[in-house]
Nanobody, 120 residues
């Protein structure tokens, strides 16, 4: 059974910080590519950040809207993916999902999501 379980969401004021965690079970954490996505109410899901892990080295990629404010990382020993979010803005309000790329080369595995609400 493959599972991704997010936690760490909550409500903060503008300028605040949150750290999201995503614990993986099963084979997902061997995935070379994992990422964070978000979906605001009434909008389509959008990419936030991605981390790849090849040859023992990780490389990251961010959406322009979060670059410089968010940091994605992973702890392979703990099978956990993180998203550190700083300088939060009201437009960051959304349900945040972690995802892992499967053998299809697509994001086949998804968590249930965690709500982040930023008030002005």
């Amino acid at each position: 059974q493959v599972q991704l379980v997010e936690s760490g969401g909550g409500s903060v004021q503008t300028g605040g910080s949150l750290r999201l965690s995503c614990v993986a079970s099963g084979r997902t954490f061997s995935s070379r590519f994992m990422g964070w996505f978000r979906q605001a109410a009434g909008k389509e899901r959008e990419f936030v950040a991605r981390i790849s892990w090849i040859g023992g080295f990780g490389s990251t990629y961010y959406a322009d809207s979060v670059k410089g404010r968010f940091t994605i990382s992973r702890d392979n020993a703990k099978s956990t993916l993180y998203l550190q979010m700083n300088s939060l803005k009201p437009e960051d309000t959304a349900v945040y999902y972690c995802a892992a790329v499967g053998t299809t080369g697509k994001y086949d595995y998804w968590g249930q999501g965690t709500q982040v609400t930023v008030s002005s």
